[in-house]
C-alpha cells in the first residue's frame, strides 16, 4: 500500500539553476543521487504537486472537472492523466458527497459523441482511475477506439486537430496494453510537413506543439530515435525554441505551457538530453522554462492568460518529463495474472509445487479466485492443485519451513485457514522448526526464514521477537542482507525482502536497521530508476527493482520523492514503479532484464505483489491482529491493506477484568501494519476499530484477550 500521505504543496519560488552532468543516453550510473539532481528534481516534483494540489480543488460537485463549476468529459479525462503520470491514484479524489470521477464519466458515456478522440479520453481516464478500459462505464472502448481507425490508419475526429486526435488514440491503444498498427504510425509519418516538423494536419504549417506530440507518438509506436523522421523533428524543435528555453504553440511566440510539455515529452521520449546543450544553457532549461510560467496557486495559464485545466495538466506531465505508457500499478498487476493464465497446466498447477504456490498467492493478491472455475483446468483448480501438491511439498527430508510458509501465505490470501490446509496444519509445522537459541527457523538461507516469518504473519500467529532480532543483527554494514546468514555479500532483493517482512513483525519504520537498508538502496539505484541484484552488476532486473520497491514502500519511504525518484538520461523523472512497469510486455509478463527478454513467471510472481502494495483499493483492510513480546512489554501488531490516502483512523482501547475501557492508545502506523505498545504483565482485553471515510472493509472491529503467561503469548479472539 502506498505510503501516500497528503503533503503540503509548496511552490519554490526560486527556480533552480544548476550545472548537471547527467550520464549519456543508454547509459546507467548505479549511484545515489547527487544534491544537484535532487535540488531540480524537488523543485519539478514541488511545482507538479501545486499544479495537483490546484486540480483537486476544482473537482466539482459531480464528481467531475471542468471550468466554472461545470464538468465535461475532456477535462475530467484530462485533469485524471496528470495525476496517474504522478501516480497518484485518482479513484481516490471524492467530493464531500463521495462522488468520484469514475462517477460524473459513468453517467457522461451514454451521450459521449461517437468520435475516436473521445474514445481514447476514456480509456486514458479509466487506466487512472485503476479501471479496465474493456469495461469501464459498461463499454469496451478498446474496441471502439480500434473499430473506428480508417483504412489509411487515420482516426478521423470532428473534436480535435487531426494530429492531435492521432496522438491521443496512439496514446490510449499503448495504456491499453495494445500494439499501435502500422497504418496508424504510418499516416502520422506521411503528416510530416518538409521543414521537419507537424502542424494540426497534414496541410497546416508546422508547430513546436504538434511536432512534440507526433515525435511522442512514433516512438509509442516503436520507431527508433535514430531514424530519419525523429530525428528531422527534433531538429525542428532545436531550431524553433524560445530564447527561455521553453515552446510556443505558433512559433514565433510566448513560450506556452501545453507547447513546452508537449516538446518535453517528444524529447525525453526521443533520448534527448534537456538538460545539456542545446536544450539549456545558463541554468534555463526546457524545465525551469515550464515552471516560469506557474501561477502563485499551482496553475497554468492558457493563451488567454486564463487559469485552465488542460494547461495545468500538461504542465503537470511536462514538469515530469516521462515519455513511458501511462500505467496503472493494480491493471498492470491484473494483467500480469491475465498473462498467468496461459501458463497453468493441464493439472490445474504452474509446474512445481512451488510455482504453483506462488501463483495461488499472486492471483489471490490480485483480487482473483484461485479456486474458481476461471483459474480450473480440468475440473483441478490452481488453489487444489496446491492442495495435492502438499504431501510432497511440505514435508521430505530437508527443512521445510519456507514451503510451509508459503503454502500458508497463499492459503490465507486464498480466503483459506493455514491451519487447516489441505489436511496440513501449516503453522504447526512451521513452529517446529524454531531455533529459539538462534532465533531462526532455518539456519542458513535468510530468505527461507523470512518465508516462515511472513507465513505466520499471515496466519496471525504470534512470532517471537528473536526471529525479528536474528535480522536485525545479521544487517551488513553496508545496510543491506545478503542470501545467507552471515553473508558477506548484500543484494537488493533480500534487502527489501527483509525490509518487507522485519515492518510485517513490528519493527518501528523509524528504525536504525531500516533506515540503514533504505540507504543501502538508495545507493545502488540505477538512474533509470531500477535497481540490480548486486552492486557489480552493470544493468537493473524486474525482480530485485520489485523486492525494493515492496521494501521501501513497507518501510514507510516514499519512492515516489527523492531520493528514489531520479532523473534518467534524457530528464526525465523516473521512480522505481515507473522502472517496473517498463519490464512489463504487452501480454502482461514481465522481462527478467531487457538484455534477455524472456518473460518469466518468477519475475511475475515479485511484480505483483509490489504492484498491489504500490496500487491498494481505497478502503481499510484490517487483517487479523497479533502480539508480540519484546523488552518493554506485549507489542500490538494490526496489519492492513488499503488506505493508499491514509484518511483512516485505528482505534485501540483495553479494560481489565469487569473495569472500563481506557482511553484510546497511542498508535504507530507503518505502510503496512500498526503497532500499539500495551500495558505490561496484566491480563486485558483488547478493542480494535478502524473506521475510513471511504468504507472499511475486512475486519473492522476485534475483541482480542491476552493473558501474561509463558511464551507463546495468548490471543484470543472473540
Known amino acids: 500500500m502506498k505510503p501516500r500521505r ?28 547527487s544534491d544537484a539532481e535532487q535540488a531540480l528534481v524537488q523543485a519539478r516534483l514541488a511545482g507538479a504537486d501545486h499544479a495537483l494540489n490546484w486540480l483537486a480543488g476544482h473537482q466539482n460537485a459531480d464528481g467531475g472537472f471542468g471550468p466554472a463549476g461545470t464538468s465535461d468529459w475532456l477535462s475530467t479525462a ?39 478522440f473521445a474514445y481514447a479520453h476514456y480509456i486514458l481516464a479509466s487506466v487512472a482511475l485503476g479501471e479496465d478500459p474493456r469495461a469501464f462505464a459498461g463499454q469496451n472502448w478498446v474496441t471502439r ?50 521543414d521537419g516538423g507537424w502542424g494540426s494536419t497534414p496541410s497546416d504549417a508546422s508547430s513546436p506543439y504538434y511536432t512534440g506530440l507526433a515525435l511522442h507518438a512514433l516512438m509509442l509506436a516503436g520507431e527508433p530515435a535514430s531514424s530519419t523522421i525523429v530525428q528531422q523533428g527534433v531538429n525542428y524543435l532545436r531550431t524553433h525554441q524560445n530564447a527561455d528555453k521553453g515552446f510556443a504553440m505558433t512559433y514565433p511566440g510566448p513560450s506556452d505551457p501545453r507547447a ?3 516538446a518535453i515529452l517528444g524529447l525525453t521520449a526521443a533520448g534527448q538530453p534537456l538538460y545539456a546543450s542545446p536544450w539549456s544553457s545558463a541554468g534555463q532549461s526546457p524545465f525551469s522554462a515550464l515552471l516560469a510560467m506557474q501561477a502563485g496557486d499551482g496553475a497554468f495559464m492558457n493563451p488567454s492568460a486564463q487559469a485552465d485545466i488542460p494547461a495545468t495538466a500538461a504542465g503537470v506531465r511536462g514538469l515530469l518529463g516521462k515519455p513511458a505508457v501511462p500505467r496503472h500499478a493494480r491493471l498492470a498487476a491484473v494483467r500480469a495474472v491475465e498473462w498467468l493464465h496461459t501458463q497453468q497446466a493441464a493439472d490445474g498447477g504452474f509446474g512445481a509445487a512451488n510455482s504453483t504456490a506462488s501463483a495461488v498467492y499472486v492471483i489471490a493478491r490480485a483480487g482473483q479466485d484461485p479456486d474458481s472455475a ?46 487447516s490446509f489441505g489436511g496440513f496444519d501449516l503453522v504447526h509445522i512451521i513452529r517446529g522448526y524454531y531455533n529459539p537459541l538462534s532465533g531462526r527457523y532455518y539456519q542458513t538461507w535468510l530468505y527461507r526464514h ?21 535480522l536485525v543483527q545479521d544487517q551488513h554494514a553496508s545496510g543491506g542482507w545478503g542470501w545467507a546468514f552471515g553473508s558477506g555479500n548484500p543484494d537488493v532483493d533480500s534487502t527489501g525482502f527483509t525490509m518487507y517482512t522485519l515492518v510485517a513483525v513490528g519493527e518501528p519504520a523509524d528504525s536504525t536497521a531500516l533506515a540503514r537498508a533504505a540507504a543501502y538502496l538508495r545507493d545502488i539505484q540505477f538512474s533509470d530508476g531500477s535497481f540490480p541484484a548486486i552492486a557489480a552488476n552493470t544493468a537493473g532486473n524486474s525482480n530485485s527493482t520489485a523486492l525494493a520497491l515492496q521494501g521501501l514502500i513497507a518501510a514507510g519511504v516514499d519512492p515516489w520523492q527523492t531520493p528514489y525518484a531520479r532523473l534518467n538520461a534524457a530528464g526525465a523523472i523516473i521512480t522505481p514503479l515507473d522502472a517496473l512497469l517498463a519490464f512489463q510486455e504487452d501480454s502482461g509478463a514481465f522481462v527478467y532484464m531487457f538484455s534477455l527478454p524472456e518473460s518469466r513467471m518468477l519475475a511475475v510472481f515479485d511484480a505483483v505483489p509490489a504492484l498491489m ?19 518493554g512489554g506485549p507489542l500490538l501488531i ?47 482485553e483488547i478493542e480494535i476499530t478502524a473506521s475510513d471515510p471511504d468504507g472499511a472493509n475486512g475486519f473492522t472491529s476485534q475483541t482480542l484477550r491476552y493473558q501474561p503467561v509463558q511464551l507463546p503469548l495468548v490471543l484470543r479472539v472473540h
Not at 175 to 191: D, E
Not at 624 to 630: H, K, P, Y
Not at 661 to 670: A, E, F, G, I, Q
Open 6 to 33: 497528503p503533503t503540503a504543496y509548496i511552490l519554490l519560488a526560486l527556480l533552480i539553476a544548476v550545472s548537471m552532468a547527467l550520464p549519456a543516453a543508454g547509459t546507467l550510473l548505479a549511484a545515489g543521487p
Open 374 to 419: 476461471a483459474w480450473s483446468r480440468g475440473g483441478t483448480s490452481a488453489l487444489r492443485a496446491l492442495e495435492l501438491a502438499l504431501p510432497s511439498y511440505v514435508q521430505g527430508a530437508g527443512n521445510r519451513v519456507a514451503e510451509a510458509g508459503k503454502a500458508a501465505m497463499a492459503a490465507v490470501e486464498a480466503g483459506r485457514s493455514a491451519r
Open 260 to 262: 513546452t510539455a508537449a
Open 638 to 684: 494490526i496489519p492492513f491493506e488499503g488506505d493508499g490516502n491514509a484518511n483512516s483512523a485505528v482505534s485501540v482501547r483495553v479494560r481489565h477484568g469487569a473495569g472500563g475501557w481506557s482511553d484510546p492508545l497511542p498508535v504507530t502506523r507503518t505502510a503496512v501494519n500498526f503497532t500499539v505498545r500495551l500495558p505490561a504483565g496484566q491480563e486485558m
Open 145 to 194: 477506439l480500434t473499430s473506428a481507425m480508417l483504412s489509411s490508419g487515420q482516426f478521423p475526429s470532428s473534436l480535435a486537430p487531426a494530429v492531435e486526435a492521432q496522438y491521443t488514440a496512439i496514446l490510449a491503444l499503448r495504456a491499453a496494453y495494445q500494439p499501435v498498427p502500422a497504418a496508424a504510425a504510418n499516416w502520422l509519418k506521411g503528416a510530416v510537413r518538409s
Open 613 to 631: 502494495l504500490a496500487a491498494p483499493p481505497a478502503p481499510i483492510q484490517l487483517g487479523q491482529a497479533q502480539l508480540r513480546q519484546s523488552a
Open 450 to 470: 523470512n518465508l516462515a516469518v511472513l507465513g505466520l504473519v499471515a496466519a496471525g500467529d504470534p512470532v517471537p521477537d528473536g526471529a525479528r532480532q536474528t
Open 78 to 116: 484530462t485533469a485524471l492523466q496528470a495525476f496517474l503520470a504522478r501516480g497518484r491514484d485518482a479513484s481516490l479524489l471524492r467530493t464531500p458527497a463521495g462522488l468520484s470521477p469514475a462517477d460524473y464519466l459513468a453517467v457522461q458515456a451514454p451521450a459521449l459523441p461517437a468520435d475516436p
